[in-house]
T-cell receptor, first 113, second 112 residues
Framework: DAKTTQPTSMDCAEGRAANLPCNHSTISGNEYVYWYRQIHSQGPQYIIHGLKNNETNEMASLIITEDRKSSTLILPHATLRDTAVYYCIVRADNAGNNRKLIWGLGTSLAVNP | NAGVTQTPKFRVLKTGQSMTLLCAQDMNHEYMYWYRQDPGMGLRLIHYSVGEGTTAKGEVPDGYNVSRLKKQNFLLGLESAAPSQTSVYFC???????????FGPGTRLTVL
């Protein structure tokens, strides 16, 4: 699986959009980009995933560049409850690689009042 | 629908003691996983199961054993605990091999 690079930490004002970048320059054609988050002391929570097209759900939007070498997770109106560590993971969507979710250290997002 | 639950939430062991961590899911998922999370490191896969009666090794399996006798339960055993096994343990499950993984709340284990 491809390695990802994320900033160690970021700050965001409450009510503003939080844009979390992720570099995955060695991503392969069959690898999806997944985002999870982990609120302090809790288990990781799935947010969103995509292959090449931009995706949006009730939690966030995922913007993937045309060359697929980087992506941005957007929380449109960050709240204090969005303070968490955000993990960007790339994973091939076939059974052989599923169990190898490679978790990095993620980005620690602090949403400030 | 409780999702994924883990028992116990906290535990302190002495070196050499044994214990079993229980993970239960009520989503009828085929796949279940055990991870550990240590400070300064990402989650690492210990063992996983692709269905009832099956188990397989992950990235860091040494010192742990697992069993999946029932589809809804996945047990992680430590036969002889060591201080290096002090960690937070997370269980996860997914419907299929490529589906989203749902995580439990974690078990905080300290080995003295």
């Amino acid at each position: 699986d491809a390695k990802t690079t994320q900033p160690t930490s970021m700050d965001c004002a409450e009510g503003r959009a939080a844009n979390l970048p992720c570099n995955h320059s060695t991503i392969s054609g069959n690898e999806y980009v997944y985002w999870y988050r982990q609120i302090h002391s809790q288990g990781p929570q799935y947010i969103i995933h995509g292959l090449k097209n931009n995706e949006t759900n009730e939690m966030a939007s995922l913007i993937i560049t045309e060359d697929r070498k980087s992506s941005t997770l957007i929380l449109p109106h960050a709240t204090l409850r969005d303070t968490a560590v955000y993990y960007c993971i790339v994973r091939a969507d076939n059974a052989g690689n599923n169990r190898k979710l490679i978790w990095g250290l993620g980005t620690s997002l602090a949403v400030n009042p | 629908n409780a999702g994924v639950t883990q028992t116990p939430k906290f535990r302190v062991l002495k070196t050499g003691q044994s214990m079993t961590l229980l993970c239960a899911q009520d989503m009828n998922h085929e796949y279940m996983y055990w991870y550990r999370q240590d400070p300064g490191m990402g989650l690492r896969l210990i063992h996983y199961s692709v269905g009832e009666g099956t188990t397989a090794k992950g990235e860091v399996p040494d010192g742990y054993n697992v069993s999946r006798l029932k589809k809804q339960n996945f047990l992680l055993g430590l036969e002889s605990a060591a201080p290096s096994q002090t960690s937070v343990y997370f269980c996860a499950s997914s419907y299929g091999a490529t589906d989203t993984q749902y995580f439990g709340p974690g078990t905080r284990l300290t080995v003295l």
